[in-house]
């Protein structure tokens, strides 16, 4: 961090204004985009509450070896501002995660975002004021803030799940969660180190502690179709490719389907023949990346028929690469379709089990008891460890938002309402939370998209609907019942129309014992989702009621 940002946020700070035109929780991509649209573009005064020690999101917290993006950097990024787009350099297609916090702090010192972010500052309560029509916001050190509008930058991947294993109180040595890695750093040399979590988290933390540790033990429940990353550094030559066509580029993935840069193939996979289909697979597993699974044959996630043809090829892919075939088979994923769980990319992963140092267990099989205080004990045995990493996901969507008393008309507390699964209007905003804007929330396409991408349209659809109302002045707006409820159902019916709801992942909410299972992300497509929101828009906000149409609001 730079004197400058220091002495920024230190003065910020001090200056404790408790009332503003829009307050913003979070300061990653979607918090610091939106306090630059509504702050530099509209007028607003508005204020960042971050509870971090610094700015970044998920690249502020989540520093564990390995840590990378997998999706292209060229597109992980913003891109409103050109002059932005042209002169940050990225050094690898897929940037680890020091160079994308490098990013963000690039950006909040270019657009003076700073001075406006008072950072650790954790939110613990926001209460919408029926008489005043604004919301009342508490924060972990007493502060209460006040704000028209409240803008939820959560993020969908913030709250971190630590599986409740007993006896973890009873460890000697030292436990880590990837989404709270230690900022110094940790030295594994010499250690005995467990990691729990074969996800896309896992698989990148795995890889690089095999390397790290004196003996590596990865305990899996699931195995998944890791895909290689087929990262690369950048040359001169794909830096002038990318920076040339910038505007294609984005008005691409601003309307495909996954906002990534990948297309459909434009047609099912029976259509192809046993040779075009060998070809097509081959070409997008050499390239690396999210070929396999966003640029694919139309139907693969429709059709079980379809997506076994690839389940298999993708097993066959794995098991090539691995000596042991016991270990093989342990790594090879049997019990859901390819692409139905979110998909991990690798960069040597399934060769760290051909390491001696390394030992795979399945928990599936032989399930975790309980953390002791030399390690950790399966139904099959003891196994003495220094260190243990939980890999473990998060509590996704909608935990961030229960971490937070909510509460909106009427003092209904929104994780109460959101009981059974998440009620929202596309995604955006919930009835009864007058003024209240889910960026990235459940019920949009979110975590099945690139995330700028769908953050970008949030921040700018959002600004759009509050530059209405104080163009029309109005005082609040919230979704009708009706108009939530038909998305509610929408939502659920585009994703039972696909193969996803049959495997238990965390778009399910299937990784938290109790949480309602309900597909959580909106799985119609950015383009299509777009185009919907704009249409809502262009016609005068249909399905939202604002101040002076509170009646229709029942």
């Known amino acids: 961090m730079s004197s400058t940002q220091q002495d920024q946020r230190q003065a910020g700070a001090k200056e404790r204004v408790n009332d503003f035109d829009a307050l913003i929780v979070g300061a990653g991509f979607s918090g610091l985009y939106a306090l630059h649209k509504l702050r530099d573009e509209m007028g607003l005064s508005a204020r960042v509450l971050e509870a971090g020690d ?19 950097s060229w597109i992980y990024c913003y891109s409103f501002s050109e002059e932005l787009r042209q002169e940050w350099q990225w050094s690898e297609r897929y940037p680890q995660q020091n160079e994308v916090l490098s990013y963000l702090e690039y950006v909040a010192d270019k657009f003076d975002l700073n001075r406006d972010i008072q950072l650790r500052t954790r939110v613990t309560e926001a209460t919408f004021d029926e008489e005043t029509e604004r919301w009342e916001v508490r924060t972990e050190t007493g502060d209460v803030v006040t704000a028209r509008f409240l803008i939820a930058a959560l993020g ?22 990837t989404a709270e890695w230690p900022h110094e750093g940790v030295d594994f040399t010499g250690k005995r180190v467990g990691v729990i979590g074969t996800g896309a988290t896992g698989t990148q933390v ?10 590596l033990t990865v305990f899996q429940r699931t195995p998944n179709y890791a895909l290689p990353l087929g990262n690369h550094p950048l040359d001169t030559e794909d830096r002038r490719r990318y920076k040339e066509n910038y505007e294609e580029i984005w008005e ?42 966003l640029g694919n044959y139309d139907d693969l996630l429709e059709n079980r028929e379809a997506n076994d043809i690839v389940s298999e090829w993708v097993r066959e892919k794995i098991q090539e690469r691995i000596d042991d075939p016991v270990t093989a088979e342990k790594l090879t994923p049997r019990d859901h379709a390819f692409g139905t769980k979110r998909v991990p990319l690798e960069a040597g992963y399934y060769e760290i089990f051909n390491r001696d140092n390394v030992k795979l267990v399945d928990v599936k099989k032989a399930p975790i008891l309980e953390i002791t205080e030399t390690g950790l004990r399966t139904q099959d045995g003891d196994y003495e460890l220094d260190v243990l990493v939980f890999a473990t996901g998060f509590d996704a969507m909608t935990g961030p938002f229960e971490r937070i008393d909510i509460r909106g008309r009427g003092g209904e507390l929104l994780c ?12 955006l905003m919930s009835a009864g939370y007058p003024n209240l804007f889910t960026i990235t929330g459940p019920q949009s396409p979110s975590v ?13 659809w959002v600004s759009g609907a509050i ?22 159902e929408h939502s659920q019916e585009v994703a039972y129309a696909t193969l996803f709801p ?4 965390w778009y399910m909410g299937a990784n938290i014992p109790g949480k309602p299972q309900v597909f959580l992300p909106y799985l119609g497509g950015l383009g299509p989702y777009r185009q919907k929101c704009d249409e809502v828009a262009a016609n005068d906000y249909e399905g939202f009621a604002f101040a002076n149409q509170k009646e229709t609001n029942a």
């Open 54 to 72: 610094g700015i970044g999101g998920t690249w502020y917290w989540n520093r564990y070896p390995g840590a990378r993006s997998d999706t292209s």
């Open 156 to 177: 969908a991947l913030s709250a971190s799940n630590v599986p409740d294993i007993p006896g973890i109180e009873n460890f000697a040595g030292d436990w880590y969660h």
């Open 206 to 215: 795995a890889t690089e502690l095999a390397e790290q540790a004196d003996h």
């Open 252 to 293: 691409w993935v601003r309307h495909n389907f996954s906002g990534h840069d990948y297309d459909l193939i434009g047609k099912n996979l029976q259509e192809a023949t046993p040779e075009e289909r060998e070809r097509a697979f081959q070409e997008r597993y050499d390239r690396g990346g999210f070929g396999l699974w």
């Open 416 to 427: 109460d309402k959101w009981a059974e699964g998440p009620r929202t209007y596309l995604g």
């Open 448 to 460: 099945l998209t690139n995330i700028p991408v769908a953050i970008e349209q949030h921040v700018d």
């Open 467 to 488: 530059q209405y109302m104080l163009d029309n002045g109005l005082s609040v707006v919230e979704p009708t019942r009706d108009a939530e409820d038909e998305w509610v």
């Open 502 to 505: 049959q495997s238990a992942t």
